[in-house]
């Protein structure tokens, strides 16, 4: 388990407040959050307190872009070497389509294009993985996930093409 790092905070009246961080090598951060959704971020001298060496004032979208880029992905260590190409689409059932009225096992989706029907999604209810007795109707909305080019296959498949 990685220790915790300590802040201090310092309430300044009509400001808002300082927040500050000494580094394990060192170095003391500050953040001073103004109540207008500002904020500065500030190194200082560990030996002074009081000596600010540099300064970066931030907007509030500024410090929230910053406040995300610091926050550490617990799962980033996962993706590093996997390169995934997948896209989720939706792709409706029409009147027109060959498969209207048909069931999911019919259209042999997954061995045909290598893509996934994971929902179909009707009216204001959804079918969660559905199985190959699923009967498709009119109007349905299918949830697909794949290659884009499984994907496309998919709508062509769905459309009659």
Same mark, same amino acid.
């Given at each position: ?96 389509? =060959? ?5 999911? *096992? %019919?259209?042999? /989706?997954?061995?045909? $294009?290598?893509?996934?029907?994971? +929902? #179909? ?10 199985? =190959? ?5 009119? *109007? %349905?909305?299918? /949830?697909?996930?794949? $290659?884009?080019?499984?994907?496309? +296959? #998919? ?7």
């Amino acid at each position: 388990m990685e220790p915790i790092a300590h802040s201090r905070k310092t309430v300044l009246p009509g400001v808002g407040a300082r927040y500050d961080l000494n580094t394990d090598a060192g170095q003391h951060l500050s953040v001073v959050a103004h109540q207008d959704g500002r904020r500065i971020l500030a190194f200082h001298d560990p030996a002074d307190d009081d000596a600010c060496k540099d300064a970066a004032p931030l907007e509030p979208n500024e410090a929230t872009a910053l406040a995300q880029l610091l926050i550490p992905d617990p799962v980033a260590h996962l993706y590093q070497h996997l390169e995934l190409d997948l896209v989720t689409e939706h792709i409706e059932v029409t009147n027109r389509s =060959p498969y209207s009225g048909r069931t999911l *096992g %019919d259209t042999q /989706v997954r061995s045909r $294009t290598g893509a996934s029907i994971v +929902a #179909v999604l009707r009216r204001t209810s959804a079918e969660p993985s559905p199985t =190959p007795d699923f009967r498709f109707a009119a *109007g %349905d909305v299918l /949830v697909v996930v794949g $290659t884009r080019e499984g994907v496309d +296959a #998919v709508a062509e498949l769905i459309a009659g093409g």
